[in-house]
């Protein structure tokens, strides 16, 4: 049992390019949400999915697409990223509770 | 806007000793709340969830909450050295998917 897993651990991208966070959890859960974590700002939602099927957005949606590919897999498009977007990001998933979350190991984002 | 708050620290305790960290949340809907460890360049690790009022405890950790003062804690006894991390305190409504986060409390504990 692997858990949630991310690709890539590190990313280091120029102003405008694009790019797509993977994610996947192999505990059958239904939920899946993608987090950025920035010094002093703490963990932010970006966007979730409650259930296959269904994404919503989160607190910072802006200048990010996501794609919920089936039950275990979640993704996340940058589609011109910026400095802005430097930051650490989170996938996580829950099960029957929606908010007993659990989180994988982070992919860590440059933007030059 | 819903806050979560929590004082960054650092906390200091000596080994052995009870660490306290203390969390108040502004939307009084909140339903569940979540302490989540996290390790320097780690991810996120849920240690402990409480929904009522009162007292929950799993081995040496203890969460409190106290819904009318919009108030929940955290205490871990006997404090190690291995339990030097941030500790993140989060909050959601009835059936809600989002959670809320506090910024976190650096612990160090000192051998």
């Known amino acids: 049992n692997a858990g949630v897993t991310q690709t890539p651990k590190f990313q280091v991208l120029k102003t405008g390019q694009s790019m797509t966070l993977q994610c996947a959890q192999d505990?059958?859960?239904?939920?899946m949400y993608w987090y950025r974590q920035d010094p002093g700002m703490g963990l932010r939602l970006i966007y979730y999915?409650?259930?296959?099927?269904?994404?919503d957005k989160g607190e910072v949606p802006n200048g990010y697409n996501v794609s919920r590919l089936n039950k275990r897999e979640f993704s996340l498009r940058l589609e011109s990223a910026a400095p802005s977007q430097t930051s650490v990001y989170f996938c996580?998933?829950?099960?029957?509770?929606?908010?007993?979350?659990?989180f994988g190991p982070g992919t860590r984002l440059t933007v030059t | 806007q819903k806050e979560v708050e929590q004082n960054s620290g650092p906390l200091s305790v000596p080994e052995g000793a009870i660490a306290s960290l203390n969390c108040t949340y502004s939307?009084?809907?909140?339903?569940?709340f979540f302490w989540y460890r996290q390790y320097s360049g780690k991810s996120p690790e849920l240690i402990m969830f409480?929904?009522?009022?009162g007292d929950k405890e799993d081995g040496r950790f203890t969460a409190q909450l106290n819904k009318a003062s919009q108030y929940v804690s955290l205490l871990i006894r006997d404090s190690q050295p291995s339990d030097s991390a941030t500790y993140l305190c989060?909050?959601?409504?009835?059936?809600?998917?989002?959670?809320?986060f506090g910024k976190g409390t650096k612990l160090s504990v000192i051998p």
């Open positions: 996580a998933s829950s099960g029957g509770t929606p908010s007993e979350q659990y």
């Open positions: 505990m059958n859960h239904n939920s």
């Open positions: 999915s409650a259930s296959e099927g269904t994404t």
């Open positions: 939307d009084r809907g909140s339903q569940s």
């Open positions: 409480i929904y009522s009022n």
């Open positions: 989060a909050a959601t409504g009835a059936g809600s998917y989002q959670l809320t």
